[in-house]
């Protein structure tokens, strides 16, 4: 009864109708907007939402409102670098003048939430069925690092590079490399957009957050990847926001970012800008090199430093539009311009090349819309269009002939270019149209199923302006058509202790490749291919936590990749045509274990996964002297584990271990087109390393204050086991040629001011200066030192 009562009473003093209690009339509102240590904050901003009033503090942080009506309102104020405060106010009484005072904290308390919001994100990502790992940028944003050193240390992820900064590298998870694996900026795929937006272009500082999927990818990204994604997630749960970085380091690198947001709260437009400058001259020393000697006449071996190796890329980006408006989350209109120019250093068969260069250009067009929870609740929309133009200019025109000195050895009285190729200037244009639509759609809270469609439309026309007109690939448009609908189901039961996830997606593709220059029996001919296939595939997934902090999942799927165009047009240049290949499939398994403990001083994790891939029609480079092209080459047997722990302590020390151990063999048993047993079945494919492991610990010297300057260090280590670069079983004259085992360390120390707006890192590189290598025994720099300087306003 006393109860009834109670509730009876709270009903009454909060019934709108209950108005004997107020008195109506106009009401003024003053008062002052102070920070939490008592200075005032000038020119603040103070409001009311529902009746769209607002009004400026002066420059002692007094305000004033006039003829506000009587009832209850929800003020808020706010200003440059400070957190937005909401406080609600009645405006009742007889009093016509009503007294309210803001305290106003630092902005950087604003954005420890949003970190705080963004870990709970990651963690719950963490937890889906998909085997996934999600890397936190946050305390690595004052280091010299791009997105490619992050994903280097992570689980299952090998990256090799033919040399420094800009230098083409193959991306390895779980055994699956190269186009395999596909990648995704917000979700949106990276493909066609030019290789200024590879991965070794994005500084740290751009990105909040990695997510790094294994066999399964969500169908919300909806793209062909066969053994995993990569979707990196740029900055967008702060509000207005400027990021600048400069970095300056070992063989003439500068790099340089900048990434802001500004938001107009009364109406949600919303302004956002990225964009970065890399340079490098890499001329990093090379050991053991052959030159020659004039002195002596003869070729020696020595060490020297690289040459005709200098790189530079750019990008900028705007994007105009609404953010958190009635009818859109987000609706964006946005252009970004790019560009590339690059040396060619070394050909396929490691010969020195010291004129042959590359360059490109980019511009890319986009709208993003984004709704949720209209026409019915639980109904989710998004739709995003992209149109994008490329022209990549290939010259290769010299008749000198150099050693990796960058002595001219000979000049040659042929035709033939330092590629081996008929002199080139070979220009190509691309144009592309991507587009994607996803709805999702909440049953019930537990039920949800979802939709999602992605089309892409490529044609690349081009010309060599030297050559025989006849011999031109792309003299006539080559055109790829890809389409991919995927339609999922997700299921949340036993009060979300199970979460199981079933997906099917259908593949599509047509093709057609004009004047190609294709491999017929060892003789290059020129023709006309054309092609089209659909296939089907699925994928299932669960997880269950069999305790409050310990859980197992399991993922299955069918999954195609329909070839690139670039495995299938070639480049006109180097790389040969390979019309006739055919989509590569996989089926792909894997199980994990995750356990995470959460205390007040401490943090644990470890986390352990087991994959399986079954890979058909395996796409394959085949190197044939200074030409290659693509093949369905093998089937491909993939197995293996992976371990991975973690552990912090009061907020001050963390040390972190992986380990990954595959097996990548050949599962190809006879020889083709015959029934004889191959001497290489069940051997590892070569060039691919197959035990790998990072370690690493940092340690911040005081705890984090907004009040106090901030100092942490770090150190980490990566160990790769040796690897042969060609088959076990194929002896080379008594030896096997291998990469050697390597350690390679890299340490820092970072600096940040108080409120985190200035920041100052050190890092260096390959710390003991080893020798390291990735692909065909080609070295990679050694040691660097890079000095970066960042400006970060809130």
Same mark, same amino acid.
């Given at each position: ?18 108005? =004997? ?41 007094? =305000? ?10 929800? +003020? ?90 800009? $230098? ?60 995993? @994604? ?9 509000? $207005? ?14 790099? @340089? ?55 530079? &890329? ?20 946005? =252009? ?10 070394? $050909? ?8 042959? /260069?590359?360059?490109?250009? &980019? ?21 995003? *269009? ?53 709805? *999702? ?120 990749? !329909? ?5 299938? +047009? ?82 001050? !020390? ?40 990072? @370690? ?36 080379? /004259? ?27 890192? =050190? ?32």
């Amino acid at each position: 009864m006393l109860r009834l009562i109670v509730l009876i009473f709270i009903i009454l003093i909060t019934n709108p109708l209950t108005t =004997f209690a107020q008195v109506t009339g106009k009401k003024t509102v003053s008062g002052h907007v102070r920070e939490n240590n008592g200075k005032p904050v000038p020119f603040a901003t103070v409001r009311i939402d529902s009746l769209g009033i607002a009004v400026t503090a002066d420059e002692n942080g007094n =305000f004033k409102m006039t003829g506000i009506p009587a009832g209850n309102h929800y +003020f808020k104020s706010n200003a440059v670098g400070f957190q937005e405060l909401s406080r609600k106010a009645s405006l009742a009484g007889t009093s016509k003048e009503i007294k309210i005072h803001f305290e106003l904290t630092p902005a950087v308390k604003q954005l420890d939430e949003a970190t705080v919001q963004g870990k709970k994100e990651a963690q719950k990502i963490a937890e889906q069925p998909f085997s996934v790992n999600v890397i936190q940028t946050r305390e690595l944003e004052n280091k010299t690092l791009d997105i490619n050193q992050i994903l280097d240390q992570s689980t299952g992820v090998r990256i090799r590079e033919s040399g420094g900064l800009g $230098s083409d590298f193959n991306f390895s998870l779980n055994g699956l490399s190269g186009k395999q694996v596909r990648f995704f900026i917000d979700g949106i795929p990276m493909e066609n957009l030019g290789r200024t937006f590879s991965l070794n272009n994005f500084p740290v500082n751009l990105v909040d957050r990695i997510e790094v999927y294994k066999g399964v990818v969500p169908i919300g990204l909806g793209s062909d990847a066969l053994g995993g @994604a990569v979707n990196i997630i740029s900055k967008q749960d702060i509000g $207005s926001f400027l990021d600048a970085a400069y970095s300056i380091g070992s063989f003439g690198t500068h790099r @340089a970012s900048l990434s802001g947001k500004h938001r107009l709260k009364r109406t949600g437009f919303t302004i956002r800008t990225n964009g970065f400058y890399n340079y490098s001259a890499n001329n990093y020393r090379m050991n053991d090199m052959e030159i020659y000697d004039y002195e002596r006449k003869k070729f020696i071996r020595t060490d020297i430093k690289r040459f005709h190796d200098h790189y530079r &890329s750019g990008m900028g980006q705007v994007e105009g539009g609404f953010t958190d408006v009635k009818w859109a989350d987000e609706f964006m209109l946005g =252009f970004s311009k790019a560009m590339l120019r690059q040396d060619v250093q070394n $050909s396929l068969d490691l010969t020195p090349v010291g004129e042959a /260069t590359t360059d490109e250009d &980019s511009r890319n067009f986009t709208l993003k819309f984004r709704r949720s929870n209209w026409a019915a609740k639980g109904l989710s929309t998004s739709y995003y *269009a992209q149109y994008s133009t490329l022209e990549r200019t290939s010259i290769d025109t010299s008749s000198k002939r150099y050693d990796w000195s960058g002595q001219v050895i000979r000049i040659e009285n042929n035709s033939l270019g330092e590629l081996v190729r008929e002199k080139t200037i070979f220009r190509y244009d691309q144009s592309f149209f991507l587009h994607r639509a996803h709805v *999702a759609y909440d049953l019930s809270p537990n039920h949800q199923i979802s939709i999602n469609y992605i089309g892409s439309y490529l044609s690349r026309k081009g010309e060599n302006r030297i050559g025989k007109e006849e011999d031109a690939p792309f003299k006539s448009p080559n055109k790829l058509h890809k389409q991919i609908l995927g339609l999922g189901y997700t299921a949340t039961l036993l009060n979300e202790k199970l979460s199981a996830m079933a997906a099917f997606k259908m593949y599509y593709f047509d093709m057609l490749t004009r004047q190609a220059i294709v491999d017929k029996g060892g003789k290059t001919t020129i023709d006309d291919i054309g092609t089209s296939q659909y296939n089907p595939g699925f994928s299932l997934a669960g997880r269950y936590f069999i305790l409050p902090k310990l859980f197992v999942r399991l993922s299955f799927e069918r999954a195609f990749r !329909i070839p690139e165009d670039r495995e299938i +047009f070639g480049d006109g240049y180097t790389i040969l045509a390979s019309p006739g290949l055919k989509p590569e499939s996989s089926s792909n398994l894997n199980t994990g274990i995750h356990y995470r403990l959460d205390a007040n001083n401490y943090t644990f994790k470890i986390e352990g996964n087991h994959f399986w891939r079954d890979v058909k029609d395996y796409i394959f480079l085949n190197a044939d002297g200074k030409l290659s092209f693509y093949e369905n080459l093998l089937n491909v047997r993939i197995k293996g584990f992976e371990l991975d722990a973690m552990h912090t302590w009061n907020k001050q !020390i963390s040390l972190s271990a992986n380990m990954t151990w595959q097996n990548v063999l050949n599962n190809e048993k006879y020889i083709q087109g015959t029934t004889t047993e191959s001497r290489i079945y069940r051997n590892r494919l070569p060039n691919i390393p197959f035990a790998m492991g990072n @370690a690493g610990v940092s340690y911040r010297f005081r705890k984090k204050s907004i009040k106090k300057p901030s100092v942490s260090a770090y150190y980490n280590v990566q160990y790769i086991h040796r690897f042969f670069l060609k088959y076990e079983g194929i002896s080379m /004259t008594g030896t096997k040629n291998y990469v050697p085992s390597q350690f390679v360390n890299h340490a820092g120390v970072t600096y940040s001011s108080p409120n985190d707006r200035y920041s100052l890192g =050190f890092d260096v590189r390959n710390l003991y200066n080893v020798r390291a290598y990735d692909n065909f025994l080609m070295q990679k720099p050694g040691r660097a030192c890079y000095l970066k300087i960042r400006y970060f306003i809130h």
